[in-house]
């Protein structure tokens, strides 16, 4: 059960005072009925609520897939730079944050969510949750180090990565690649090219576990997950990989 002032502002009606307005002018009804009590208790999967005559649905947690642009950090507050949650400032819960980090200069897919439980589920180290890069790198990448990532190679940490795999899309000056990775470490990626000798100049997430960066997605766009795709996150979380 919840207040009824705070099932609309959580859903983005308004704040709770701009809601509370609402209530007064008789914007909102409960199971077809007039309703102006703020401290109404709603029954959030019973009770059909209607603000101007649109049903309001109550979603506990939300989930966005967004095309992260390059120049914005994955914070959720920050003085210098735009920050990621600044995009989705129409998504109607609040406190989302980003799950995982992208560096300022990286783009591509960053889940946006304010499901706690998940995000730490699919972070955990042992969890093992396939990441791939579209990776555009200075130097000739070649089957050694193909070889190299998928033993695992040592970027200055106390262990070496964990295998990862290569697939090389055009070789030369500049290279092309796909990067599959399991962690998450500190500018791994670019580490992870540096100890082979190459200098990563583009960075662009395409894939986090089941979900694929949209094509109809423009860098700073976002979109909520399906109802498919939350379901298979929720397998990522409860399939254990370790
Ligand atoms: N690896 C990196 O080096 N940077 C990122 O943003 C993500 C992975």
New binding site residues.
Partial sequence: MIRLDKYLADMGVGTRSQVKQYLKKGFVTVNGQPEKRPERKIEEHADTVCFRGEPVHYAEYEYFLFYKPQGCV?ATRDKVHKTVLDYVKGASVKELFPVG???I??EGLLLLTNDGPLCHALLAPGRHVE?T?FVRAEGAVAEADILRFAEGVDIGDEKRTAPARLRILSSGKCSEVLLT?TE?????????FEAVDKK?VY?K?VSMGPLHLDETLKPGEYRALTEAEVQALKNVERTDTC
């Fill in positions: 994955t980090r992208l560096d200069d990286t990441k890069y990775i998450g470490r500190f500018h791994q990626v670019k580490r992870m990563v960075l997430r």
